[in-house]
């Protein structure tokens, strides 16, 4: 073979090759321009069915017609097939050649060559045994070869037009195009319809009707939720359940969700019924008659655990005595219970200590508060512990907090012995099985018999716990002696009245549990028990009212409870227990209920009786200690004012004041430089009684109005020294003086009525520092505690030793002073102290509201004035 003119060798593999797909190509070419025309026809058939049907023309017609209309259109579309389809053959090599040459405007039928040989030679009728050895026939086969680069297939030409010379093709398409958008969105459902004359318009059948409805948990709260038919999708809590009804079916309906079948139940000729428990969602359908009535993606949503967690760090209260567990919890559906699980650090094998936290009512969805819990007869309290947070929801899961240690709270006690027993017990708390820590601090204590002075039983208890540790090697031993530890502590620590009130306390609790036992299951048992529990309760009331009597004969003047509180009798709460015993044993739980409930708030006052007392006593106290720092400052202010009075008069005088021996005078030679002075010590007394009235007002809510006068007083004063006139300035600070002076008596009688004047001890001095002059040193009669001059020790100003303490001159009367009612001599001191003391007797005896034997005694009081 020659190369090409190129230079280029032929590749007559790949040349064939390509001849290969050209003539494959012009195959299919030749096939569809034969089978289109086949197809035009019966197509257009159905074009033109397609837009009826899209336009709703079939379900127009009776279902006789509908039907005979499909027939036709099926029976013309297969005739049309058949003749068009009749004599159709499929395409050659040979065709194909002659369709590529044709294609591709090569003459001569150069692709025969490929497949020719030499003819004969005419002369001699033989072949050439090797063709390609002549030149000739060589040169004609290679330009045949090249000709096959510029094959081309063409596009095909079915001859439509020559058939359809009106283009009704084209109108055909117009017309599919325009039902198509008038369809819109139902045009599947047309089509369907139009195929399928006898199936009903809708999924169910005439007459049937389909309910469907989820009922979730009753913890959940929610409202049933309603299936519609035209709904896609639905959601549900876990552990819903499911009903379906379906009315008008003349056989019974099949239930599917993710091919798992739910069985109807009959509850009538044409009615059935489904129920199903939802447990995991999917694809949820109801079958009639190989019909799908409806169906729903089912979503259902598990419930998720509760969630705990502390506020903030948990750990002692304030009062030092009480756990302080601040919580928080949230669940979807609610929460149904909340505890503290605490468990000992240093012995973490020791099962766990559960407190209970109540939660507010109606199982919240989230929730937070603060739980205080008195632990400290806990035989843990005082070690390290540590505690987690567990929420529980209705379904049975929980959810726990982040670990948090803390020490536990414990009492603390103040007696040797107690703090002994207590020690010893917390030991045992950390280590039981070591009990020789244990028995040797009550062996030392057993031999130091003068720590219980003359309390014999607490000795013999003491001795009763050493034996019980060291000879009973059982584990409820120990449980035993930490109880007679905190017990016998607590004996120790207490006096006989605080020990029958805990154990009035424990009386009446379990009683309360007793009664709320006998009202869940009035068995023989629980009722039997509840008498047990009441009669102890009676003894505890009776022992408490003998030791609260008992201290009020050996403290009669103390008076530790309120009125009201001393109006309980312990008769009548002995009458309520037997009425409370009554009505159990006759089986009348809310009438006993209902005497608990009143027994219960006649213990809680006489309970806060003993501390409303003090804490009132304690503000009181709180607020005269105020008081008397605000007296103290009045009482310097007027000493500081009565130092400015003797300037003034000095000046006008012009007599110059001299210090003590060997000390300089304490006024300015320059009368002017002095009253400069004094008006700036003026201001500043001013500002500082301004100061004292806000304070004042801010303790009592009331000022008195001679500090108001006092106030324009100081003013004017200082007015009077700006002008220079002495005179003047002397008779405002004489003004000032006395309005301060009457400014304190106000005090003092405004603090005594809102304060009272506290309790005195036997040497006559007050519990809370003040002394014989009366509430907040001002005496009865309202005067300051100053050193008889008109001024405090130590102040600055020193009046002259012919003033009295109201900045007035001796020798301004016959007698050479003033001795009015309101001069404080030893006399008249007394007399006044009786009087005040007359005063609050006859008050406190007009208060009827106070117990008889305190109202007699006041009256045996009177009688001595």
Same mark, same amino acid.
């Given at each position: 073979?020659?190369?090409?003119?190129?230079?280029?060798?032929?590749?007559?593999?790949?040349?064939?090759?390509?001849?290969?797909?050209?003539?494959?190509?012009?195959?299919?070419?030749?096939?569809?321009?034969?089978?289109?025309?086949?197809?035009?026809?019966?197509?257009?058939?159905?074009?033109?069915?397609?837009?009826?049907?899209?336009?709703?023309?079939?379900?127009?017609?009776?279902?006789?017609?509908?039907?005979?209309?499909l027939?036709?259109?099926?029976?013309?579309?297969?005739?049309?097939?058949?003749?068009?389809?009749?004599?159709?053959?499929?395409?050659?090599?040979?065709?194909?050649?002659?369709?590529?040459?044709?294609?591709?405007?090569?003459?001569?039928?150069?692709?025969?060559?490929?497949?020719?040989?030499?003819?004969?030679?005419?002369?001699?009728?033989?072949?050439?045994?090797?063709?390609?050895?002549?030149?000739?026939?060589?040169?004609?086969?290679e330009?045949?070869?090249?000709?096959?680069?510029?094959?081309?297939?063409?596009?095909?030409?079915?001859?439509?037009a020559?058939?359809?010379?009106?283009?009704?093709?084209?109108?055909?398409?117009?017309?599919?195009?325009?039902?198509?958008v008038? #369809?819109?969105?139902?045009?599947?459902?047309?089509?369907?319809?139009?195929?399928?004359?006898s199936?009903?318009?809708t999924?169910?059948?005439?007459?049937?009707?389909?309910?469907a409805?989820?009922? %979730?948990?009753?913890?959940?709260?929610?409202?049933?939720?309603?299936?519609?038919?035209?709904?896609?999708?639905?959601?549900?809590?876990?552990?819903?359940?499911?009903?379906?009804?379906?009315?008008?079916?003349?056989?019974?309906?099949?239930?599917?969700?993710?091919?798992?079948?739910?069985?109807?139940? #009959?509850?009538?000729?044409?009615?059935?019924?489904?129920?199903?428990?939802?447990?995991?969602?999917g694809?949820?359908?109801?079958?009639?008659?190989?019909?799908?009535?409806?169906?729903?993606?089912?979503?259902?949503?598990?419930?998720?655990?509760?969630?705990?967690?502390w506020?903030?760090?948990?750990?002692?209260?304030?009062?030092?005595?009480?756990?302080?567990?601040?919580?928080?919890?949230?669940?979807?559906?609610?929460?149904?219970?909340?505890?503290?699980?605490?468990?000992?650090?240093?012995?973490?094998?020791?099962?766990?200590?559960?407190?209970?936290?109540?939660?507010?009512?109606?199982?919240?969805?989230?929730?937070?508060?603060?739980?205080?819990?008195?632990?400290?007869?806990?035989?843990?309290?005082?070690?390290?512990?540590i505690?987690?947070?567990?929420?529980?929801?209705?379904?049975?899961?929980?959810?726990?907090?982040?670990?948090?240690?803390?020490?536990?709270?414990?009492?603390?006690?103040?007696?040797?012995?107690?703090?002994a027993?207590?020690?010893?017990?917390?030991?045992?708390?950390?280590?039981?099985?070591?009990?020789?820590?244990?028995?040797?601090?009550?062996?030392?204590?057993?031999?130091?018999?003068?720590?219980?002075?003359?309390?014999?039983?607490?000795?013999?208890n003491?001795?009763?716990?050493?034996?019980?540790?060291?000879?009973?090697?059982?584990?409820?031993?120990?449980?035993?002696?930490?109880?007679?530890?905190?017990?016998?502590?607590?004996?120790?620590?207490?006096?006989?009245?605080?020990?029958?009130?805990?154990?009035?306390?424990?009386?009446?609790?379990?009683?309360?549990?007793?009664?709320?036992?006998?009202?869940?299951?009035?068995?023989?048992?629980?009722?039997?028990?509840?008498?047990?529990?009441?009669?102890?309760?009676?003894?505890?009331?009776?022992?408490?009212?003998?030791?609260?009597?008992?201290?009020?004969?050996?403290?009669?003047?103390?008076?530790?409870?309120?009125?009201?509180?001393?109006?309980?009798?312990?008769?009548?709460?002995?009458?309520?227990?037997?009425?409370?015993?009554?009505?159990?044993?006759?089986?009348?739980?809310?009438?006993?209920?209902?005497?608990?409930?009143?027994?219960?708030?006649?213990?809680?006052?006489?309970?806060?009786?003993?501390?409303?007392?003090?804490? @009132?006593?304690?503000?009181?106290?709180?607020?005269?200690?105020?008081?008397?720092?605000?007296?103290?400052?009045?009482?310097?202010?007027?000493?500081?004012?009565?130092?400015?009075?003797?300037?003034?008069?000095?000046?006008a005088?012009?007599?110059?004041?001299?210090?003590?021996?060997?000390?300089? %005078?304490?006024?300015?030679a320059?009368?002017?430089?002095?009253?400069?002075?004094d008006?700036?010590?003026?201001?500043?007394?001013?500002?500082?009684?301004?100061?004292?009235?806000q304070?004042?007002?801010?303790?009592?809510?009331?000022?008195?109005?001679?500090?108001?006068?006092?106030?324009?007083?100081?003013?004017?004063?200082g007015?009077?020294?700006?002008?220079g006139? @002495?005179?003047?300035?002397?008779?405002?600070?004489?003004?000032?003086?006395?309005?301060?002076?009457k400014?304190?008596?106000?005090?003092?009688?405004?603090?005594?009525?809102?304060?009272?004047?506290?309790?005195?001890?036997?040497?006559?001095?007050?519990?809370?520092?003040?002394?014989?002059?009366?509430?907040?040193?001002m005496?009865? @009669?309202?005067?300051?505690?100053?050193?008889?001059?008109?001024t405090?020790?130590?102040?600055?100003?020193?009046?002259?030793?012919?003033?009295?303490?109201?900045?007035?001159?001796?020798?301004?009367?016959?007698?050479?002073?003033?001795?009015?009612?309101?001069?404080?001599?030893?006399?008249?001191?007394?007399?006044?102290?009786?009087?005040?003391?007359?005063?609050?007797?006859?008050?406190r005896?007009?208060?009827?509201?106070?117990?008889?034997?305190?109202?007699?005694?006041?009256?045996?009081?009177?009688?001595?004035?």
């Amino acid at each position: 073979m020659t190369p090409e003119p190129h230079g280029q060798p032929h590749d007559p593999g790949r040349l064939l090759r390509r001849l290969a797909g050209r003539r494959a190509l012009a195959r299919l070419a030749l096939l569809f321009e034969r089978v289109w025309p086949a197809l035009w026809p019966p197509l257009g058939v159905i074009g033109l069915f397609l837009c009826a049907a899209l336009l709703g023309l079939p379900q127009l017609l009776s279902p006789a017609l509908h039907l005979a209309l499909l027939v036709v259109t099926f029976v013309a579309v297969a005739v049309l097939l058949v003749r068009g389809f009749k004599g159709l053959v499929t395409p050659d090599d040979a065709a194909a050649d002659r369709r590529l040459e044709v294609a591709s405007g090569l003459r001569h039928r150069p692709l025969s060559v490929l497949t020719d040989r030499p003819a004969a030679n005419p002369q001699t009728g033989d072949r050439p045994t090797d063709p390609a050895a002549d030149p000739l026939w060589r040169a004609h086969v290679e330009r045949a070869i090249r000709q096959l680069r510029r094959l081309r297939v063409g596009v095909p030409r079915p001859g439509l037009a020559r058939r359809d010379p009106r283009a009704l093709r084209g109108g055909l398409l117009v017309g599919l195009v325009a039902t198509l958008v008038i #369809a819109g969105p139902d045009a599947p459902d047309r089509i369907a319809q139009a195929l399928s004359p006898s199936l009903p318009h809708t999924p169910a059948a005439p007459g049937t009707e389909l309910q469907a409805w989820i009922t %979730p948990p009753a913890y959940t709260r929610l409202a049933p939720i309603f299936l519609h038919t035209d709904a896609r999708s639905v959601t549900a809590p876990a552990g819903s359940h499911l009903t379906i009804s379906v009315t008008g079916s003349g056989s019974a309906p099949s239930l599917a969700l993710n091919g798992h079948g739910a069985p109807f139940r #009959a509850l009538d000729a044409s009615s059935f019924q489904a129920d199903l428990d939802l447990t995991a969602g999917g694809h949820l359908a109801v079958r009639d008659g190989g019909r799908e009535l409806a169906g729903w993606d089912l979503t259902v949503v598990a419930d998720r655990p509760p969630t705990a967690a502390w506020t903030e760090p948990p750990g002692a209260a304030a009062d030092g005595q009480h756990l302080r567990l601040p919580w928080t919890v949230t669940d979807d559906y609610g929460v149904v219970g909340l505890q503290a699980e605490l468990h000992l650090r240093d012995r973490p094998s020791a099962p766990p200590l559960i407190i209970a936290i109540p939660l507010p009512g109606g199982d919240p969805h989230s929730a937070h508060g603060v739980s205080q819990q008195d632990l400290t007869a806990h035989p843990w309290a005082g070690l390290p512990v540590i505690a987690r947070l567990i929420a529980r929801d209705y379904p049975g899961q929980t959810g726990s907090s982040e670990p948090a240690e803390f020490v536990l709270p414990e009492r603390v006690f103040t007696n040797p012995v107690a703090r002994a027993l207590i020690a010893a017990r917390r030991g045992l708390s950390v280590r039981p099985d070591d009990r020789d820590s244990a028995v040797g601090v009550l062996d030392a204590l057993m031999q130091s018999p003068q720590a219980f002075g003359t309390d014999f039983g607490a000795y013999a208890n003491l001795s009763a716990l050493y034996y019980l540790l060291e000879f009973d090697s059982s584990d409820e031993a120990v449980d035993q002696a930490q109880l007679g530890m905190w017990q016998l502590a607590l004996h120790m620590e207490e006096g006989l009245t605080d020990q029958t009130a805990r154990q009035l306390e424990e009386a009446r609790q379990a009683a309360n549990d007793a009664l709320d036992r006998a009202k869940k299951d009035p068995s023989p048992v629980n009722r039997d028990e509840l008498q047990k529990r009441l009669a102890e309760l009676q003894n505890a009331i009776q022992h408490h009212m003998q030791a609260l009597l008992d201290q009020l004969k050996r403290s009669p003047d103390e008076m530790p409870f309120d009125p009201n509180a001393m109006r309980l009798d312990s008769q009548q709460m002995q009458r309520l227990a037997d009425q409370a015993r009554e009505a159990a044993q006759q089986g009348k739980m809310d009438e006993a209920n209902q005497r608990m409930a009143e027994l219960d708030r006649m213990l809680e006052n006489l309970r806060n009786a003993r501390t409303r007392e003090s804490a @009132d006593a304690a503000r009181n106290a709180e607020r005269r200690q105020r008081g008397r720092q605000q007296m103290s400052v009045l009482q310097d202010m007027v000493a500081r004012q009565g130092g400015l009075l003797d300037h003034s008069q000095q000046r006008a005088n012009d007599v110059p004041r001299l210090g003590d021996v060997g000390q300089p %005078p304490t006024q300015p030679a320059d009368p002017a430089a002095g009253q400069q002075a004094d008006r700036l010590v003026q201001q500043a007394l001013r500002r500082a009684l301004g100061e004292l009235m806000q304070r004042f007002g801010d303790l009592t809510g009331k000022v008195p109005p001679s500090m108001g006068e006092a106030d324009l007083a100081m003013r004017g004063a200082g007015q009077a020294l700006a002008d220079g006139q @002495d005179q003047a300035a002397g008779a405002d600070q004489q003004k000032a003086i006395e309005a301060l002076q009457k400014g304190g008596q106000e005090m003092a009688q405004t603090m005594a009525q809102q304060f009272g004047r506290g309790q005195r001890g036997q040497d006559g001095s007050s519990d809370d520092g003040e002394g014989d002059d009366g509430m907040f040193g001002m005496g009865q @009669d309202g005067h300051g505690d100053y050193n008889g001059q008109g001024t405090m020790p130590g102040s600055p100003y020193q009046p002259d030793q012919q003033r009295d303490p109201f900045g007035r001159r001796f020798g301004q009367g016959n007698s050479g002073a003033d001795e009015s009612e309101t001069t404080t001599v030893p006399e008249q001191r007394e007399q006044q102290r009786t009087q005040a003391i007359e005063q609050e007797l006859r008050r406190r005896g007009a208060d009827r509201t106070r117990p008889q034997y305190e109202l007699d005694y006041i009256g045996r009081l009177l009688q001595q004035f």
